[in-house]
């Protein structure tokens, strides 16, 4: 069975000694979660991931959800109480203002603690998740009756949120869409149609869902120019603001699906339902990219939440499991065979992981605290540069943390040999698990196209500039740094091929937009590797100050930063180069052969 | 539901115009399968894998094999008539002698129709599969009598075999096996103890199944010197050689896995069953090794099965689904969108997949038509440098293309969208099937270290040497003509990155064997890489020619070769760079860390 135990001490170093948390006390709710308090929060974070919702996890697998005749889902026994914890414990709110019930906390420490919940079960944790991305859909574009209305009991969890955007014929090309409103002359509109692949769209853990549908308007234009968001909660409230008759939305089916069985995927079919428009008429995609942005991060922490929980269940048969004997003489000479850790090869993969784990955490708490700033810090100047920060790295935490998800959890069953295969000792669920992450929220491939052709021009390529600048400068003040010399040398390397890569398409993709296309992905993950590497930089950079300075009792933790981190640059990021050939070659030979050709 | 068509034009095209099947019709067995022969053969496999054997593969995902209270196994209800089918076809002695009842074709044609059988429902094909391996386990290595006794059912098909190695504390390292082998008075032995991870240990589709099992002999010394191979029937036969009494073997279990559902994954407890030797006492891992060498290429050959049916169902939705517009313009403007296969990152993946299946068919090719000459050549020379070469792409052949075939899986799927995550569109099947096989018949981290450790040295590098020559000397050759020199440049540049990482294992691989278990996997997937491009630049040579040659009508497909050809060179060879660069740095950081600190 697997085991999983929160990283804590690794969160701490990143957002305290790397990140240096302690400098934005200034902005709201940071203070409340500083210091010995930021350790208490990820404590009990890590208690309840550990004790409470890991243990339910195989549970989700095996038993599934099952939609009854009545329309109704029934999830995992063992579901609602590891629920009902979480909720109890106000890990819904923590990011929410106090106005709305909840703690308002950092937006880093919610994505810190996310990690742990995920790790120890992704399927259960989607129901809360959906729900964040709900309270921040109508936190940002409510009004004010709307969020006095629904976000209390959300934050609360005792009512709960979807997001509805995919038809049967259109998830990517949302223009398509044809869900209905129709004004219904109080004010409120009847909304019909069908959506599919909604996640928690029907479950038995909270007294009331709250869907937040996308649907063309009664008039308004063709394609997504044309569509709004609305509130259509699964019973309409009575006077009392209580969930009183049930409103015409229902779960058609559920699907069968490759993994996160525990969560209940949905046909949800929408006939003449009550629903109340969210934001502007036909400022449909809008409203819903705050939703999908902040879904978007979240998703992006499933991958490394994946990979983490993978690594230390490999770690532990690798340390176990005796088979074989070093290549170098017996290791463990009073045993039959050595354990397997001591392989060259095994080693490849659990450092692989291992390195881009750290590397994950970083990159994904650095964005979270950029969001922060974004949405917090009183300074313009700030908000500006946190928030080009922001658009320009969610479609990478998106893309690459979830390849990399899936591609470590496969690393990390290949460890168990034939033992990984078999559902028992559950490493197959963590690929199968894994492997939505890549598709929903938008398909990596859709994070890719963001990247290369929205976000890398947007204001004249403000935010890439300022990317390039800051490594850049990083290198350039480390250069006397005997020490940091591998690492800055390996990431200039590094950074001097994203910026080829970046002056090709710039030269190319205008020429020729399907230049900007075929080169999407590979420059999504170039960029990815860059990133991971600049955070390997400066974890290095801060453990050896601390080596330099007495590390406090940490002196092995410390250590250990400095050659994980070497192990990046030697073997993970020479693939930059490679990235950088295959982005050059441009798109003529993948668009030359016709379609029937194939 | 996933379909697939036999790609029986590209397997001739290899067999025929690439690597001049018609040049050894001296050789046994190839003047029976040449010219129209080889048309009927592949034509009349491809309607068995296509009608028969694909409409079952859905099937027996879904219903998957169930172990009665009696210890009987109960297959999915459609395989067995598919099977019997397959037998009365006379498939499964296609390669073997005729005195043994087989057809005596050349093991090419038998590898070369095993890829459209198993594209079509891998879980069904390992019962024959692994009955292969154990016929020819048994042809080497049994008596006279042995083979009389076994081969002839085994080879009609109404008799299936088995593999018995693994053990639950020995998989890899199995000098470290328990069950034993007790003469038993008559020449024959008792043999004792657990076998796990058995594919088709029992079911319902043969009158007996012929147990292959490795056990040691009472006396017989600790470790793989000790270790015996047995014959171990079901049903023990009577006087008329036919099954009669059962014998003390049973299935105590079956395994839940991710995949292959299909299969009977036993566990078989061996209760003084009666069991005959094979081989020499004692001389069991070399017996072992005839199964496994076979098998390797079996399951190599899977992974290209599984890599091609997922592409070609991954075309198939491309051109139907639409979503989006290209970014060059609408494409279908009578329609509400384009088909996703104007996108260039939907072409990057198809195109990916199919220039590794075009080029993976022609090394699994290439590598069994020099086994065919290993083993029936009458030619000393020729025989040697067949063998020199078997030996050496085996680990290659299992590892890359099992490897590629999960990757090529999981990027079709993702090609489906939301839709390739739920079950009924079966791409979650594709992914799940081929990820055991980068597991069995040794896991790829062994295979890595099989060739890096073992075959590289082996006859003072004659083998290796031998590939450098024969690829070089081509590029060489090729370098005036001008057509194929943006194809011997690239595959120029890859043998050179393969030569210098071989330089650097020969000089560090001494000094620390750990730095050749660190290159081990990196370097399986450059020399695959090096052998996947020299067969594109034989195929781009043969392409040329032809279209200089009027063609034949072909013109299209001959151009088509061109063009994937060109993008295996541009998008894909480029990772030997990252693999050699990987390579250079050696063990150390690998090795640095304490067990503990993982």
């Given at each position: 069975m697997p085991t999983y135990q929160a990283p804590v001490k690794d969160t701490l170093f990143v957002l305290n000694e790397v990140l240096g948390f302690e400098r934005y006390s200034n902005l709201p709710g940071f203070a409340d979660a500083s210091g010995d308090m930021l350790d208490a929060i990820l404590g009990e974070a890590a208690k309840l991931a550990e004790n409470v919702i890991q243990p339910t996890n195989r549970d989700g697998d095996l038993e599934g959800c099952v939609r009854n005749a009545d329309g109704s889902v029934t999830t995992p026994k063992s579901f609602k109480q590891a629920y009902d914890q979480y909720r109890e414990g106000g890990w819904m709110g923590l990011a929410v203002p106090a106005e709305y019930g909840?703690?308002?906390?950092p937006y880093s420490v919610n994505q810190a603690v996310g990690e742990y919940f995920v790790s120890a079960n992704m399927a259960l944790m989607m129901y809360p998740g959906l729900t964040h991305g709900a309270i921040a859909a109508i936190h940002v574009h409510g009004t004010e009756e709307q969020k006095n209305t629904w976000l209390p009991k959300m934050v609360d969890g005792v009512w709960t949120g979807t997001m509805n955007l995919t038809e049967p014929h259109c998830g990517t090309d949302l223009g398509m869409l044809r869900t209905k409103a129709v004004p219904n002359g109080n004010g409120a509109y009847k909304i019909s149609g069908q959506k599919i692949f909604?996640?928690?769209?029907?479950?038995?853990?909270?007294d009331n869902i709250v869907h937040l549908v996308l649907a063309r308007a009664e008039g308004s234009p063709e394609g997504i120019k044309g569509i709004s968001l609305f509130i259509v909660p699964k019973f309409v409230l009575d006077a009392e603001g209580n969930p009183g008759k049930r409103n015409g939305v229902t779960c058609g089916s559920i699907e069968e699906k490759m993994g996160i069985h525990g969560n209940s995927t949905c046909v949800m079919n929408y006939d003449d339902a009550e629903g109340y428009l969210i934001g502007e008429l036909n400022g449909g995609m809008r409203a819903m990219f705050t939703m999908m942005n902040e879904a978007r991060l979240g998703v992006g922490a499933q991958g490394l939440a994946i990979s983490e929980v993978a690594y230390q269940n490999a770690v532990n048969y690798a340390k176990d499991r005796i088979q074989g004997r070093s290549l170098t003489g017996p290791k463990a000479p009073d045993k039959k065979a050595d354990p397997i850790i001591v392989h060259p090869d095994i080693r490849r993969s659990l450092m692989t992981m291992k390195s881009f784990n750290e590397a994950g955490r970083a990159l994904m708490l650095w964005t979270a605290l950029k969001s922060d700033i974004a949405h917090r810090s009183g300074d313009d100047g700030d908000r500006q540069q946190a928030d080009d920060h922001l658009g320009l790295m969610t479609p990478i935490v998106k893309g690459v943390l979830t390849d990399k998800g899936l591609e470590h959890a496969v690393m990390a069953q290949q460890v168990f040999g034939g033992h990984g295969y078999?559902?028992?000792?559950?490493m197959s669920q963590f690929v199968r698990d894994a492997r939505i992450a890549m598709i929903y929220e938008g398909a990596n491939g859709i994070q890719a196209l963001d990247l290369v052709g929205r976000k890398l021009g947007l204001n004249g390529g403000r935010a890439v500039q300022a990317f390039f600048k800051e490594v850049g400068e990083f290198c350039e003040e480390n250069r006397a740094v005997e020490s940091l010399a591998p690492f800055t040398k390996a990431l200039k390397k590094g950074l001097n091929d994203l910026q080829a890569a970046t002056m090709w398409l710039m030269q190319n993709g205008m020429k020729n937009p399907d230049n900007a296309g075929a080169a999407s992905t590979d420059y999504m993950h170039l960029f990815g590797l860059v990133s991971l590497g600049y955070m390997w930089a400066r974890m290095v950079k801060t453990a050896q100050d601390r080596l330099a300075n007495g590390?406090?009792?940490s002196a092995d933790f410390y250590q250990n930063k400095l050659t994980t981190g070497r192990f990046f640059m030697e073997r993970v990021m020479p693939e930059t180069q490679a990235h950088l050939a295959r982005i050059s070659t441009g798109a003529e030979t993948m668009m030359a052969l016709p379609a029937e050709a194939f």
């Open positions: 909840g703690q308002g906390l909604i996640s928690a769209g029907e479950h038995d853990m909270s078999v559902e028992e000792h559950g590390a406090n009792g």
